[in-house]
């Protein structure tokens, strides 16, 4: 099972060593490279005649002790399993680094080079952030206790006083006072490194279970609408069988094949068939919408002689827009020849749009179809004629980086959308009027799943209109 610890906490349990011997890697490589900037700075001064050759000569060496006892030293914490040995020999790390830092002090000229101390508290700050809470306040302790060893080394003359200006001199009471100072000002530093670290370690901690909190929720969101997809692909697929035998035999029946009926008997089963087949639609787009879901729905590709199958599409409601006295105009003019298309996914999207047309406009109003290309130049879409077309998208955006496309346009004079409507229609089950005692009849899945099929085809549909009463236009565009 996955820890549920931020996974860069070396103050955590867990897989504490190998964490703690990366954390003294990337330290290692600090402490290195800053070493050689030091030297360089040092190199520098003693060329411009600022230090003097002993001071140079003891700095290179501390440089070269601060580079050279890392190898040794992350060798031997690499092979250490035991977790509290790994974080004793750490602390031990510190303490050598320590060493390192008082030996560069040191040599830039002992107590003269005070403004040196920083290099201490940048340490403490570093640990303090990336290790437990304690460690700032004992290296701020190791700090002290280093630059006292080496005011006491320099009293009782074990080492020569290291001087910068050899006519400059601090009693030694003043040293004591210095000391004392860092010494408060080292262990302020700590306090502050490790209240800070603390905050951060807590936000951290906080965001990384917020994400495997949204992580988790995600999982499960995939999973449960995986699920659901499966589900009514399986139960769309059981209903089909009976609904078939439903409608089959109530055809039968209506058709008297089975015997005469009377008009109320003819009544009753012609609505048998009419619910039946209503049903079997539904049924079907929510097992092609499902399948589009899932993944499973494939394309199949075939030239298509998309002028006469529009005009093909529109007869075919014919009789419905003749019955609901509406007027039709077709704008086929600069429609291409062919096209390459899924024959049965375009005639679905055309028949929910033209049928939705029909069915929200009023009778003496008009229903409009039309068609024409693009074509993609200096970044823009232009017509046949070289007119710059109106195009909500780009030809630089989501699958549209095609040399050309088809606009297919299915306007009416209708009952419009209102402008927060004309995005969520495409949603499953949206309706703009989802009431039980709505006018119009639907499932409200037609328009989502034309917006799949045009999606599958690398393609993008839209809705535009004037608002309430004010008629509609759908449009799709799918790449040539
Ligand atoms: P259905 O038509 O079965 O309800 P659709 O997904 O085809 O489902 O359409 C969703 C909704 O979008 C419709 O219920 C209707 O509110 C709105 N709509 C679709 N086409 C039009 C149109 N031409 N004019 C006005 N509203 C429309």
Same mark, same amino acid.
């Given at each position: 099972m996955a820890s549920d610890d931020p996974p860069e906490t070396v103050g955590k349990e867990g897989?504490?060593?190998?964490?703690?011997?990366?954390?003294?890697?990337?330290?290692?490589?600090?402490?290195?490279?800053?070493?050689?900037?030091m030297w360089l700075c040092c190199l520098a001064a003693y060329l411009l005649d600022f230090i003097r050759f002993q001071n140079f000569i003891s700095d290179t060496l501390a440089v070269a002790y601060l580079i050279l006892m890392n190898p040794?030293?992350?060798?031997?914490?690499?092979?250490?399993?035991? *977790?509290?040995? !790994?974080? *004793?020999?750490?602390?031990?790390?510190?303490?050598?680094?320590?060493?390192?830092?008082?030996?560069?002090?040191?040599?830039?000229?002992?107590?003269?080079?005070?403004?040196?101390?920083?290099?201490?508290?940048a340490l403490i700050t570093y640990v303090g952030i990336m290790g437990p809470q304690i460690l700032p306040f004992v290296n701020a302790g190791l700090c002290s206790l280093a630059f006292g060893v080496m005011l006491t080394l320099e009293y009782l003359g074990v080492l020569p006083p290291m001087k910068i200006n050899p006519n400059y001199h601090i009693s030694?009471?003043?040293?004591?006072?210095?000391?004392?100072?860092?010494?408060?000002?080292?262990?302020?530093?700590a306090f502050i490194a490790s209240y800070t670290a603390r905050l951060l370690k807590r936000n951290r901690d906080k965001l990384y279970?917020?994400?495997?909190?949204?992580?988790?929720? !995600?999982?499960?969101? *995939?999973?449960?609408?995986?699920?659901?997809?499966?589900?009514?692909?399986?139960?769309?697929?059981?209903?089909?069988?009976?609904?078939?035998?439903?409608?089959?035999?109530?055809?039968?029946?209506?058709?008297?094949?089975?015997?005469?009926?009377?008009?109320?008997?003819?009544?009753?089963?012609?609505?048998?068939?009419?619910?039946?087949?209503?049903?079997?639609?539904?049924?079907?787009?929510?097992?092609?919408?499902?399948?589009?879901?899932?993944?499973?729905?494939?394309?199949?590709?075939?030239?298509?002689?998309?002028?006469?199958?529009?005009?093909?599409?529109?007869?075919?409601?014919?009789?419905?827009?003749?019955e609901s006295g509406l007027k039709v105009s077709a704008d086929l003019a600069d429609c291409p020849e062919v096209?390459?298309?899924?024959?049965?996914?375009?005639?679905?999207?055309?028949?929910?749009?033209?049928?939705?047309?029909?069915?929200?406009?009023?009778?003496?109003?008009?229903?409009?179809?039309?068609?024409?290309?693009?074509?993609?130049?200096e970044g823009r879409w232009v017509t046949k004629n070289g007119e710059i077309a109106d195009l909500p998208i780009g030809p630089g955006g989501e699958g549209m980086d095609h040399a050309g496309l088809v606009e297919v346009c299915v306007s009416d004079t209708g009952i419009g959308l209102k402008g927060e409507d004309l995005k969520r229609i495409f949603n499953p089950f949206e309706q703009v009027d989802g009431s039980l005692s709505r006018r119009y009849q639907g499932t409200g899945l037609g328009l989502s799943l034309s917006k799949r099929f045009v999606e599958l085809h690398h393609g993008q549909i839209w809705a535009e209109s004037g608002g309430e009463n004010h008629g509609s236009a759908f449009h799709f565009v799918i790449p040539l």
């Open positions: 897989d504490r060593p190998p964490l703690l011997y990366r954390w003294h890697l990337r330290g290692a490589v600090v402490r290195s490279s800053a070493s050689l900037i040794p030293a992350l060798w031997v914490l690499k092979r250490i399993k035991n *977790r509290k040995a !790994a974080d *004793r020999f750490g602390v031990f790390i510190n303490f050598l680094e320590i060493v390192g830092y008082t030996a560069v002090i040191y040599s830039f000229g002992g107590i003269e080079a005070s403004f040196l101390l920083p290099i201490y508290a030694w009471t003043e040293q004591l006072a210095i000391l004392a100072v860092t010494t408060v000002l080292l262990f302020i530093v279970r917020q994400n495997r909190e949204l992580e988790l929720t !995600a999982i499960k969101a *995939r999973e449960s609408d995986r699920l659901k997809s499966e589900f009514l692909a399986n139960v769309s697929h059981e209903f089909r069988t009976p609904l078939n035998a439903i409608i089959g035999f109530s055809e039968l029946l209506r058709d008297e094949c089975l015997g005469t009926l009377n008009d109320r008997q003819r009544e009753a089963v012609s609505d048998i068939s009419s619910s039946g087949t209503h049903l079997l639609s539904l049924v079907n787009d929510l097992l092609d919408l499902s399948k589009v879901e899932v993944g499973k729905m494939e394309l199949h590709l075939s030239e298509i002689r998309l002028k006469s199958f529009l005009e093909q599409s529109l007869s075919a409601f014919g009789q419905r827009i003749r096209i390459r298309a899924d024959e049965r996914k375009l005639t679905q999207v055309l028949y929910n749009l033209l049928s939705n047309a029909v069915k929200f406009t009023p009778a003496g109003g008009g229903i409009g179809l039309s068609a024409r290309s693009y074509a993609r130049k």
